[in-house]
């Protein structure tokens, strides 16, 4: 079930954490490319309610939220993020390339490479006759590179438990979709046999409520695809121009009522939610998520001598 | 049992890898088996015969030809638990999912810090068919060059099992390159046939083989190239030059010490290799010997695939592949200087 508010607070802890990042960005701690994905709140908060411990999520270049919503220690996420040893990956993997094992959750920074990755953990879990799904995380941009293709095929061909999640952003990198793809993506499980949808992706009913249709067929052995629509609220990666983008296009797309979050709370109120209560949730939240973030910054620097090791196992 | 007396004398290498393989998944329920007609057909080369029927096709599945996809499922599934052998039919074949393997299998435990593991194994035939360009190379350099990768290629029918157990057992993504020559001969028709009697032993990877000692050069080599040597160094012989013939067994991880000191003693290394000479593992081999043995100031000479694509007719294709008559002719020169 869909909790509104839940998923408000959840969306909140997104945004501060994502803000956090661009800060880390802006101060030097954070010293390589990064992806936020602020903006595309409300698509982590529709599946999270469905995400059970058994599923596992590959997630791609803009991973923190999907991360987040499958329960990936949120401190460990924040140190990788930040360079520190003691996190996920000891300062190894970086953003792009976090591994949370325990919860079955993974990305990846080759785009398209998520999807048949996501098919292995959804075979295992076929294989072994135990419960759970895989979700593969992609962006529209890579929903035309051929690994997506191949997947959709083998994936029905093979019955797996798999949900295909396309984040439509409207844009891979500086190329708009409608420059890069032809047809709608929703329609490219179609000649597999693999139902697709397209729903608003700001709007977290909406997408819970594919999401749940989509996770309950997958779940039967059914793939199923669903593709959100968004729009990235910064540029592709912290630091980017972004004049590729008009800014009518921007001021018409960035309004309050396509923020996933203002928007969730506008009707949070209209719902006759009280407004001090969700602004003191609000403030709770990002303390939480402050918090978070000190613990993470406070861990050390990774040892220079540990980048000669851990090749092999 | 004897070597001479022994049955699996009459098998080929496909034959030793499928039985091979059977046993471990009768051992081990992990193990599953992809790729293209493996499973009906039992591989194009025959290493994955009988599998299906008695693993069935939960076990052992036939893909579309899909590679990106299937070997991006092993990815998945082996970091999900699994112990997935996937064959790609052909090592040319690498080119449509190469990032599956080199950016996420042979990266994944490096970049999570130790967090996962991807212990899949991927076989896949290599060398010389006469299929030309596309369908002949060996590329063991390429995997070996990228880190993450351990790079095994039996060089005898009968190392093939036990480096494959060693393989599937190894928590690492393992890329095993199967000589399509030496998957067809009878074991018993090959120079060398390698561990045949003690086919269930795994070879730990890293450990190199001296198939033929001598005194005056060390050939270091190995896939096809072995066997080749091995005829080199039996024609040497009639003119009184003493070969040893180190077969490397695998080339990540590399079994320096066998290599270093066989050049220490001989004197003289001579690599043979099948696959492109530039940047390749000639250049490697010889550079880690003369770092190691600068004091002797061994000699060196390479032999390998000259840097042009291979061709098609044979006439051309023998031009440019090594045999046993050029790499006798390596070593004369070699040893003559
Ligand atoms: C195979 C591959 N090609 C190109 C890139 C460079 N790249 C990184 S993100 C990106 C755009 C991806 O667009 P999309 O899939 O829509 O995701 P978004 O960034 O919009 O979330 C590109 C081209 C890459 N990482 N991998």
Request: proline fraction near 5%; charge should be negative.
């Amino acid at each position: 079930m869909l909790d509104l508010e839940v998923a408000y607070r959840s969306m909140v802890r997104m945004r501060a954490v994502e803000e956090a990042v661009q800060l880390g960005v802006i101060s030097g701690e954070i010293h390589g490319e990064m992806h936020v994905g602020i903006g595309q709140e409300a698509i982590a908060a529709g599946i999270e309610p469905l995400l059970t411990d058994d599923d596992a999520v590959v997630s791609t270049h803009r991973p923190h939220l999907h991360a987040l919503v499958h329960r990936v220690n949120p401190v460990a996420m924040l140190a990788e993020l930040f360079e520190r040893d003691g996190g996920l990956c000891h300062g190894k993997g970086g953003h792009m390339h976090l591994f949370s094992p325990d919860r079955d959750f993974m990305c990846t920074g080759i785009v398209g490479a998520s999807v048949p990755i996501a098919l292995g953990y959804a075979f295992a879990r076929h294989y072994r006759e135990r419960a759970g799904l895989a979700v593969a995380v992609l962006g529209d941009g890579a929903a035309n590179i051929g690994a997506f293709a191949e997947s959709l095929n083998l994936a029905a061909l093979w019955r797996l438990p798999v949900v295909f999640l396309c984040e439509d952003n409207g844009y891979g990198i500086s190329v708009a979709r409608d420059a890069a793809t032809a047809g709608a993506i929703e329609r490219r499980g179609e000649p597999y046999g693999i139902p697709g949808r397209r729903v608003d992706g700001t709007d977290v009913t909406a997408v819970y409520d594919a999401a749940e249709q989509a996770f309950g067929q997958a779940r039967a052995g059914q793939p199923a695809l669903l593709v959100c629509d968004c729009y990235r609220w910064s540029g592709h990666y912290e630091g980017d121009t972004d004049h590729y983008r008009a800014q009518a296009e921007k001021d018409a797309a960035m309004t309050a009522e396509r923020d996933p979050i203002q928007r969730l709370r506008a009707r949070l109120i209209a719902g006759r939610a009280n407004e001090d209560e969700l602004t003191e949730a609000e403030a709770a939240e990002r303390a939480r998520v402050a918090e978070w973030v000190a613990e993470a910054r406070a861990k050390p620097s990774p040892n220079p001598a540990d980048a000669l090791s851990g090749v092999f196992v | 049992m004897s070597t001479a007396t022994n049955p699996a004398l009459q098998l080929n290498m496909s034959q030793l890898l499928s039985r091979a393989l059977e046993a471990e998944m009768g051992r081990d329920d992990r193990i599953v088996v992809f790729g293209e007609d493996v499973g009906g057909l039992g591989g194009v080369f025959g290493a994955t015969r009988n599998l299906q029927r008695r693993f069935g096709e939960r076990r052992v599945r036939d893909t579309p030809i899909s590679e990106m996809a299937f070997t991006g499922l092993a990815v998945g599934a082996a970091q999900a638990g699994l112990r997935p052998v996937v064959e790609l039919m052909f090592v040319d074949f690498i080119g449509v999912c190469l990032d599956q393997v080199y950016n996420q299998a042979a990266k994944n435990a490096y970049m999570s810090g130790g967090a996962v593991s991807v212990p899949l194994v991927l076989r896949t035939a290599v060398g010389l068919i006469g299929a030309a360009a596309q369908h002949s190379q060996v590329l063991s350099a390429t995997f070996a060059h990228l880190p993450g990768l351990k790079v095994v290629m039996p060089g005898t029918p009968g190392d093939g099992p036990g480096l494959l157990l060693s393989a599937i057992r190894d928590e690492n993504p393992v890329v095993f390159l199967e000589h399509k020559l030496l998957l067809k001969q009878r074991a018993g028709t090959a120079r060398h046939p390698g561990a045949i009697d003690a086919l269930d032993q795994p070879i730990p990877l890293g450990q190199a083989a001296t198939v033929r000692s001598g005194g005056d050069l060390t050939i270091a080599t190995a896939g096809w190239a072995v066997q080749q040597s091995l005829e080199a160094a039996s024609v040497l012989a009639d003119d009184g030059i003493e070969a040893e013939v180190v077969d490397l067994r695998s080339l990540v991880p590399l079994d320096r010490e066998t290599l270093t000191s066989s050049a220490a003693r001989t004197g003289r290394l001579l690599v043979v290799d099948e696959d492109y000479l530039s940047y390749g593992m000639s250049g490697e081999l010889i550079a880690v010997v003369c770092e190691e043995l600068w004091e002797h100031r061994p000699r060196v000479a390479r032999h390998a695939l000259p840097d042009v694509p291979i061709p098609a007719s044979r006439p051309l294709e023998e031009a440019v592949m090594p045999n046993p008559r050029t790499i006798a002719e390596a070593a004369r020169r070699l040893v003559l200087a």
